[in-house]
C-alpha cells in the first residue's frame, strides 16, 4: 500500500508517499481501506520527528481485530486514527469509530465528524441560550464554517463570522452570518454574548474584543502567542479552553452523544460539511500547502 510519512521536521514540503506493509487490527482494532482523510490545520503544526500523522478517516471495514463488538468487515466508518494515518489502510480504535449512515458519502464523514465535533462541543463548552449573539472566528474553515451553521440551529439571533480576506466573506454569509469581518474590523460589528474562537494564542485578543461585557470565548485554536488579560478583567469575560480528544478520553457517553447529535443535523438537512477541495494522496503536500495559506472555504481532504 502507500502511505504518506515523513522524515525530519519541516513544512506540507517534507511529505512524502512511501510504498509500506499493510497493517494488522490488534486488539480492539479495525482494519479501514481508507476512502476519505480529512487535513486540518491542527496535523500541519504536529509536523515534527516526533509526532506521527493523526487524521479523521473514512473507510470500509475489512478485518476485525480480538474483542471487537458492533462492526464487522463491509461496514463504513469514520473516525480518528492517531498514527499514520495518511494512508491507503489504517488501524483504527473501535472506540473511535462511527459507522457511517446510507447517503452520507466518505468525504462528507470526514468533513462532518472531528470538525463538527470540535464545533458542536464548543458551542455546547459555552452554554448558549435562546437569542443571544454569537462569534464565530475562522469562520470559513473546517470547523468555523460548521461552528456558524451550529450557532444558528441552537438558537443564536445574530452570528458575527471573522475570516482572515474580504475574499471569504460571501462563503461565510451563505452559511448563514449576519455580519462578516476580517480581524482587523471585529470592533466594528455587533458584541457577541458568546465567542466560537478557532484562532489562539495571540488571535485572542481580537476575540475578546468582539465580546459583550460579561462575555464567554471558548476556543479550540492552537494559535502562538500571548494577551493581554486586561480586556478580560476589565469586562467580566471569560475564557475556556477546550479539545474533543480531552473530552473523548474523560466522558465517553457525552463524547457519543454528540456524534449522535451532528449526525441528526447532517441528516435533517441543518449541517452542511463544505469540502474546499480533494486531493490525491500523492498530492498531501499541496493539500497541506492550502491550509497553511488559509485559502480554504470548508474542508481540505484527501481521497487515496
Known amino acids: 500500500m502507500r502511505r504518506v510519512q515523513y522524515e525530519h521536521s519541516g513544512g506540507p514540503e517534507v511529505l512524502e508517499v512511501v510504498a509500506a506493509e499493510v497493517p494488522a487490527?490488534?486488539?480492539?482494532?479495525?482494519?479501514?481501506?481508507?476512502?476519505?482523510?480529512?487535513?486540518?490545520?491542527?496535523?500541519?503544526?504536529?509536523?515534527?520527528?516526533?509526532?506521527?500523522?493523526?487524521?479523521?478517516?473514512?473507510?470500509?471495514?475489512?478485518?476485525?481485530?480480538?474483542?471487537?463488538?458492533?462492526?464487522?468487515?463491509?461496514?463504513?466508518?469514520?473516525?480518528?486514527?492517531?498514527?499514520?494515518?495518511?494512508?491507503?489502510?489504517?488501524?483504527l480504535a473501535a472506540d473511535q469509530a462511527s459507522a457511517i449512515p446510507d447517503g452520507a458519502s466518505a468525504v462528507d464523514a470526514v468533513a462532518l465528524m472531528r470538525s463538527g465535533l470540535v464545533a458542536l462541543g464548543a458551542l455546547d463548552t459555552a452554554a448558549p441560550r435562546e437569542g443571544e449573539t454569537a462569534?464565530?472566528?475562522?469562520?470559513?474553515?473546517?470547523?468555523?464554517?460548521?461552528?456558524?451553521?451550529?450557532?444558528?440551529?441552537?438558537?443564536?439571533?445574530?452570528?458575527?463570522?471573522?475570516?482572515s480576506a474580504e475574499a471569504k466573506a460571501d462563503f461565510v454569509r451563505e452559511l448563514g452570518a449576519d455580519e462578516v469581518f476580517t480581524y482587523d474590523q471585529l470592533h466594528c460589528g455587533k458584541q457577541a454574548d458568546y465567542a466560537l474562537?478557532?484562532?489562539?494564542?495571540?488571535?485572542?485578543?481580537?476575540?475578546?474584543?468582539?465580546?459583550?461585557?460579561?462575555?464567554?470565548?471558548?476556543?479550540?485554536?492552537?494559535?502562538?502567542?500571548?494577551?493581554?488579560?486586561?480586556?478580560?478583567?476589565?469586562?467580566?469575560?471569560?475564557?475556556?479552553?477546550?479539545?474533543?480528544?480531552?473530552?473523548?478520553?474523560?466522558?465517553?457517553?457525552?463524547?457519543?452523544?454528540?456524534?449522535?447529535?451532528?449526525?441528526?443535523?447532517?441528516?435533517s438537512g441543518l449541517l452542511h460539511p463544505v469540502v474546499h477541495a480533494e486531493f490525491a494522496l500523492d498530492d498531501a503536500a499541496a493539500a497541506h500547502a492550502v491550509i497553511e495559506q488559509r485559502e480554504n472555504l470548508g474542508k481540505v481532504v484527501l481521497v487515496p
Open 197 to 267: 474562537d478557532g484562532v489562539g494564542g495571540s488571535g485572542l485578543a481580537e476575540t475578546l474584543g468582539g465580546l459583550a461585557e460579561g462575555g464567554r470565548a471558548v476556543t479550540y485554536g492552537t494559535g502562538a502567542g500571548l494577551i493581554d488579560t486586561e480586556d478580560l478583567l476589565a469586562g467580566g469575560k471569560t475564557l475556556t479552553g477546550f479539545r474533543i480528544g480531552r473530552l473523548a478520553q474523560r466522558d465517553a457517553a457525552r463524547y457519543e452523544d454528540l456524534r449522535q447529535e451532528v449526525w441528526q443535523y447532517y441528516a
Open 135 to 163: 462569534l464565530v472566528t475562522a469562520a470559513a474553515g473546517g470547523v468555523g464554517h460548521l461552528a456558524v451553521q451550529l450557532a444558528r440551529v441552537r438558537g443564536a439571533s445574530w452570528v458575527t463570522a471573522a475570516v
Open 25 to 91: 487490527p490488534g486488539a480492539g482494532e479495525l482494519l479501514v481501506r481508507v476512502e476519505a482523510i480529512g487535513v486540518t490545520l491542527s496535523a500541519i503544526r504536529r509536523i515534527s520527528v516526533a509526532q506521527q500523522l493523526r487524521a479523521e478517516v473514512a473507510g470500509e471495514v475489512v478485518a476485525v481485530g480480538d474483542g471487537v463488538d458492533g462492526y464487522s468487515e463491509g461496514y463504513r466508518v469514520v473516525g480518528l486514527c492517531t498514527s499514520d494515518a495518511y494512508a491507503e489502510y489504517v488501524v
